[in-house]
């Protein structure tokens, strides 16, 4: 699942949108998941953070300039169409699958179910060309990997 999000960030992205890099453009997806329910906790703060380093084998000064460019864009978003149009671009339908599982384990993360995180998800979902079967799917992997073993 790590190398699927993980070729999201070594993609080649300079033509197709120069605009935003596609490591903030996810990034910023997870983001938004967080403060979904108006709470950044920490460990949801954290969750993006080892998912960063992780999937992407990101520096801990890297994964933290990405971080800050990403919540300042989820901040000040007026929608989240420009984060998933170079997602979608850049990913394969496994990988964004993937994508929306680590939104599910971001959102799950301070062991929380919120109505409005789940609304998030469910909303974004449809604009990274991912099903409400892989959704489903995806939660229950990340509920899977979220309980204490």
Known sequence: MFESIKRLFTADTG????ELDPHVAATALLVEAALADGIYADCEQEQI????SAAFSMSDEKAARVLDQAE?????AVDHHSFTKVVKACL???ERVALVEQL???ALADGEKS????AFIRRVTPLLAVG???RVFARSRAEAHMRPR
């Open 15 to 18: 033509e197709s949108h120069p």
């Open 49 to 52: 953070r080892a998912i960063l």
């Open 72 to 76: 300042s864009l989820a901040e000040t």
């Open 92 to 94: 394969d339908k496994q």
């Open 104 to 106: 599910w384990r971001v």
């Open 115 to 118: 109505p409005f995180e789940d």
């Open 132 to 134: 409400d079967r892989e």
